[in-house]
């Protein structure tokens, strides 16, 4: 019972100085980064799908002199999907005949991700401490997105295995993500979020062998992009001059 009192006692205390050491003094601080935004399409993804939304994780660190650098992964997921695939092999009233001649229960939808590292500059205020402020974060990586089409009886033998390829618009190529944000360190160590806006630019081509809608391979080059506002929390990690980690 003694030594549980004491931890807590000396993990206050730390906590306690750390507090006072933030609010003076620019850190060192590793981070985890969750968050999700909201995104419009733009150029050529604009006519493929519709408004879509984002889950990202990723890891960074703001140095003393307040450069970032990390790593990020993004998931996209969206419900509106532009383009009609299945136009080919559906009725007239846009379903498609399952093995046992009736309706396939079929879903879809827009899914993709983007990943790479990241690099950028906190501009910080002198409040609430000098780890805050306005952040400009570049990410250069693969951006990827296809339409998800989901039979989820897998009795539609036209959309599975090897055929599905032939419809889903599978895309990805080099991207750009560039990022504008307020992030926040709590003097009290409760509440780390940041809130911006983040801009997508994809040099993207199809990478499927045949698109059974052209009846030859897609080779069209594409400008996909995406603008979007996003909001997220962090998961910080400090170290005081011992060299010893507190995680909360």
């Avoid at 003694?2 to 620019?26: A, E, G, H, P």
């Avoid at 309706?103 to 939808?109: Q, S």
């Avoid at 003097?187 to 997508?200: A, D």
Wanted: glycine letters at 8%.
């Amino acid at each position: 019972m003694i030594r549980n009192w004491l931890t807590i006692i000396l993990l206050t205390f730390s906590l306690s100085v750390f507090s006072q050491t933030i609010k003076d003094t620019s850190l060192f601080i590793p981070m985890i980064r969750l968050n999700y935004s909201f995104n419009n399409p733009l150029g050529d993804m604009a006519d493929r799908f519709g408004a879509n939304s984002a889950v990202s994780f990723s890891f960074l660190a703001k140095t003393k002199s307040n450069i970032l650098f990390g790593y990020d992964f993004t998931g996209l997921f969206g419900n509106k999907v532009k383009e009609d695939v299945l136009n080919k092999i559906a009725t007239p009233d846009g379903e498609i005949i399952n093995r046992l001649g009736k309706f396939a229960d079929v879903l879809i939808t827009e899914r993709g991700f983007f990943t790479g590292p990241q690099i950028g500059y906190l501009l910080p205020f002198k409040k609430p401490n000098p780890n805050s402020g306005i952040y400009f974060l570049v990410s250069g990586g693969l951006l990827q997105h296809k339409i998800n089409i989901q039979n989820k009886n897998e009795d539609s033998p036209q959309i599975l295995g090897e055929y599905l390829k032939g419809y889903d618009r599978l895309s990805n190529g080099f991207a750009l993500k560039e990022s504008v944000a307020y992030l926040h360190f709590d003097n009290r160590s409760l509440i780390n979020f940041f809130i911006g806006m983040e801009f997508y630019q994809g040099w993207t081509m199809s990478r499927r062998d045949f698109d059974y809608n052209l009846m030859k391979k897609d080779t069209k080059k594409r400008l996909d992009m995406l603008f979007g506002f996003k909001f997220g929390w962090i998961i910080p990690f400090y170290k005081k001059m011992d060299d010893t980690f507190y995680y909360y």
